[in-house]
Antibody, heavy 120, light 106 residues
């Protein structure tokens, strides 16, 4: 059974880089069938796609965040990661990792989410 | 960017009644449309993809319809566990989500 678990600091200072990792269990991140993505949700608000990465390492980013986002995969650890630079209070959100069967497909497996607060 | 607009923002329904939620895309997304259910403190759960295909394990009382720019999620007979926030998402051109419809007990 697929499980995704986000991990990383819950508090990040303004202007610094937010770094999160998603650990995948119950399936190989190297599978050619899937894409791995990050979605966030500010408190009390809706969902925003941040970006996705394919099994081969191809990346796809939300144009509004592209200049600040890097997503990478570590197949040896069955993990993928998110880095978001130059954060502000507007980046405070619950961050979810998720799996989809393609970039043009709906993510069916989600992690439980982790709250990241940007504050000094 | 494709903008997804959901209506209404809040829907008050009695248990056992039918709920109809709408989602409109700012341009055609073909049938590349999904619906999610989210309860407080939980991750979204995929209900419908391809505009009308139920995801694994989703009860038959949930149904989706539409294509192009107009979509509908129907819950035929609301159960207590169905009171939640529902989001639509297009994946035809990157991914964008609607702002959500809260289904509350009347």
């Amino acid at each position: 059974q697929l499980q995704l678990q986000e991990s990383g600091p819950g508090l990040v200072k303004p202007s610094e880089t937010l770094s999160l990792t998603c650990t995948v269990s119950g399936g190989s991140i190297s599978s050619s069938s899937y894409y791995w993505g990050w979605i966030r949700q500010p408190p009390g608000k809706g969902l925003e796609w941040i970006g996705s990465i394919s099994y081969s390492g191809s990346t796809y980013y939300n144009p509004s965040l592209k200049s600040r986002v890097t997503i990478s995969v570590d197949t040896s650890k069955n993990q993928f990661s998110l880095k978001l630079s130059s954060v502000t209070a507007a980046d405070t959100a619950v961050y979810y990792c998720a799996r989809s069967p393609g970039i043009a497909a709906a993510p069916g497996g989600w992690g439980q989410g982790t709250l990241v607060t940007v504050s000094s | 960017e494709i903008v997804m607009t959901q209506s209404p923002a809040t829907l008050s329904v009695s248990p056992g009644e039918r709920a109809t939620l709408s989602c409109r895309a700012s341009q055609s997304v073909s049938s590349n449309l999904a619906w999610y259910q989210q309860k407080p403190g939980q991750a979204p759960r995929l209900l419908i993809y391809g505009a009308s295909t139920r995801a694994t394990g989703i009860p038959a009382r949930f149904s989706g319809s539409g294509s192009g720019t107009e979509f509908t999620l129907t819950i035929s007979s609301l159960q207590s566990e169905d009171f939640a926030v529902y989001y639509c998402q297009q994946y035809n051109n990157w991914w964008t989500f609607g702002q959500g419809t809260k289904v509350e007990i009347k």
